[in-house]
């Protein structure tokens, strides 16, 4: 009774607060703000929060908090355009909608995808922000209960999605989920600081790669150079009218699914190092276990784009649960706006249980703005759809080098380095392949994300239960198998077993035709080189770094093992069986008038170009020829499409103060920006 007899009067105080003009004035511009930077595949809530710091010194706190909840909210709902439009990630949050969304773009149902995607996000956002709300005095204890032997088993269950994702051919998921694995522990270990598949010769690869190149270069490259192969739109129709009624429709027939998604995309958005990569894919595994016919899944299942939309809204609200109660991010966006809050007004604000204590008022306004920002983005969603709707009847060759364009500029933020650009090429070519063979994307990436925490929690967890060990073995069981971790074993279990049961009818990459043995054996060859070559070199630490050792000798046995497996099963079947899987052998991309390696040779020209002479002028170069030559424009069209994409560029890189890759023409002469 205490705590609601404190909690009413801050209620209401923050409703005050926050319905003032100007308030709700700098909310709209955070909305604003935030669907234009959502709309940019590969930028999202970092970039957006990083681009206002510089504003936020001194600022009024609640108009500067409108001002970054306005555009925290709307993210996770605008970089859906991006997913289902282009079928590229908007951000890590919307990985999976790309999996049914792009689908139903492409079979002219976009208005349909989209109108269920944001009614889905508007009620997770709502969902997220009612949750805020009944536990912000009360949920110090629960996440207070999930110590290290808790999250290791969270991410555990997280990996398990890989059973409902994998295709056909579960043994291709797990050998790409442990392929993922490897390319995640690439880099210093956090541990020891052993090296792994890194040396200092290249030094790029000791802070590893970055999630978003990795994001990008699996889902973005290889769905461009398909459509670009093809030359034709993304979607014949772009008529709206019913199809917005169709989504809400789909969304109400589906609203349970949507109530559980925004459950557990809270419960993940509490967990700090998890949130916004990881629980669109555990909100996409619950949907396809709980529908009984999966077979439409990777086609254009509306359920799938309903279940992922519900969970990375409510996520943000979950994630602001920690970030306020203990002052632990809960993913990077949420470490930004900690950095941000300390600037605001007199810098005395501090998030953590002093901000529960003396500004409970500036905490519950926190809350009502998250709310109403998801009401307003929504809204402001709808309104733009129409236009961006359109860009699918586009011939994709018009479309294709900006995309390629916007990816390279984004990849290159997440470090500032010219190996960016190499690295996402490289992932993107894996990328290709794996979409080519039908080995779950999906699954490669969740493998990627959970690298880390991996290690991370099952180091420090060996170590603590080692210790509680020595003291008395009841203790040491006590402490590894708690009631928590009980549950999530046994659902985890669960999940396996019914997403084995259900994965064999789900096309993770569609309908994949299959044909010859040589193509798939070669690609599976060359995996296990790669697994291989990672064993022998995590073998290769000493042994008093056993740390940075384990994970990578365990995650590439089981690689190594799957992949002999398949190897026996690619021995001794027919090539009519579905482990011989190959785009190329039949449908849209066999029959796509230009061919992989020519259309992938423009993108390699954009970067060795860039190499030569840095990003604008490469740009300028790659713009006018492909216009040109490869779209056949006319030298007036080619100069206006050219100039168009420079100066957005410009004005993009401007606006976020952000550089532009630099080549060794940059290094011999000092050129004005943006040439430098």
């Not at 110590?147 to 291709?172: C, D, H, N, Q, Y």
């Not at 002093?354 to 307003?376: G, K």
Request: charged share 10%; aromatic share 10%.
């Amino acid at each position: 009774m205490e705590m609601i007899a404190t909690a009413l009067p801050a209620l209401s105080q923050a409703w005050a607060l926050i319905l003032q003009p100007m308030v709700l004035a700098y909310l709209v511009l955070g909305v604003v703000m935030g669907l234009a930077v959502g709309v940019f595949p590969g930028l999202g809530g970092i970039a957006g929060l990083s681009l206002l710091l510089p504003f936020m010194f001194g600022m009024d706190p609640v108009m500067g908090l409108a001002l970054m909840i306005g555009m925290v909210a709307v993210v996770p709902t605008s970089d859906t355009f991006a997913s289902v439009l282009m079928g590229i990630p908007g951000s890590s949050a919307s990985q999976a909608t790309v999996l049914d969304g792009f689908p139903m773009a492409k079979r002219g149902q976009a208005a349909r995808a989209l109108s269920a995607a944001f009614t889905s996000s508007l009620f997770g956002g709502l969902v997220g922000a009612a949750f805020l709300t009944m536990f912000i005095l009360v949920a110090r204890p629960i996440v207070l209960a999930f110590g290290l032997p808790e999250m290791l088993m969270i991410t555990v269950f997280g990996l398990s999605m890989v059973a409902i994702l994998a295709g056909r051919v579960a043994l291709k998921g797990v050998a790409a989920a442990g392929l993922g694995l490897l390319v995640g522990t690439i880099g210093e270990a956090d541990a020891g600081g052993s090296l792994r598949m890194s040396t200092y010769d290249i030094p790029y690869l000791i802070d590893g790669l970055q999630l978003v190149i990795v994001g990008l270069g699996i889902f973005a490259v290889p769905e461009i150079v398909s459509l670009l192969r093809q030359d034709r739109a993304i979607s014949e129709d772009a008529r709206l009218g019913a199809g917005w009624a169709d989504g809400v429709r789909d969304w109400f027939a589906n609203k349970w699914l949507s109530v559980r998604c925004s459950i557990i995309g809270v419960v993940v958005g509490v967990i700090p190092g998890l949130g916004g990569s990881v629980v669109d894919w555990i909100a996409y595994g619950h949907t396809v276990q709980s529908t009984r016919d999966t077979s439409e899944f990777g086609l254009g299942n509306v359920r799938g784009v309903i279940g992922p939309e519900s969970s990375n809204n409510a996520k943000e609200g979950g994630g602001l649960v920690p970030t306020l109660l203990f002052g632990i991010p809960g993913s990077g966006s949420m470490a930004i706006f900690i950095g941000a809050i300390a600037l605001l007004g007199t810098g005395d604000i501090e998030v953590g249980p002093a901000m529960l204590r003396d500004n409970l008022d500036i905490t519950y306004s926190i809350v009502w703005l998250l709310a109403l920002a998801n009401v307003v983005g929504t809204l402001l969603c709808i309104a733009a759809s129409g236009g961006i709707a359109r860009l699918t009847t586009i011939r994709f060759t018009y479309l294709a080098p900006f995309l390629f364009m916007l990816i390279a500029f984004a990849a290159f933020q997440s470090g500032q380095n010219f190996e960016d650009l190499l690295a996402l090429f490289a992932i993107g070519l894996i990328g290709v392949f794996l979409r080519r063979f039908d080995w779950s994307r999906p699954a490669f990436l969740i493998g990627f994300v959970l690298s880390n925490p991996v290690e991370k929690f099952s180091n420090q967890a060996v170590q603590i239960a080692s210790f509680r060990f020595r003291k008395s073995f009841e203790e040491g069981m006590e402490y590894v198998f708690s009631p928590i971790v009980i549950v999530l074993i046994v659902i985890t279990v669960l999940s396996v077993v019914f997403g084995l049961r259900q994965a064999k009818a789900i096309a993770a990459e569609g309908d994949v035709p299959t044909g010859s043995k040589r193509a798939p054996l070669v690609f599976l060859m060359v995996v296990m080189g790669y697994v291989i070559a990672a064993l022998i070199n995590a073998n290769a630490i000493p042994d008093y770094n056993m740390t940075d050792k384990i994970v990578p000798l365990v995650v590439g046995g089981v690689t190594l093992a799957a992949c002999l497996v398949l190897l026996v099963q690619m021995m001794r079947r027919p090539e009519s069986d579905a482990v011989f899987a190959d785009k190329e052998m039949a449908g849209e991309d066999a029959d796509a008038p230009h061919g992989l390696w020519g259309t992938l040779a423009w993108f390699a020209g954009l970067i060795a170009a860039t190499w030569v002479v840095g990003f604008i002028l490469a740009l300028a170069g790659f713009l006018v020829a492909f216009f040109r030559i490869r779209a056949g424009c006319g030298w007036g069209k080619t100069l206006l499409l050219s100039a168009a994409g420079i100066a957005f560029m410009c004005l993009m890189a401007s606006a976020l103060n952000r550089d532009f890759p630099p080549g060794l023409l940059q290094d011999a002469i000092d050129l004005p920006w943006p040439l430098r």
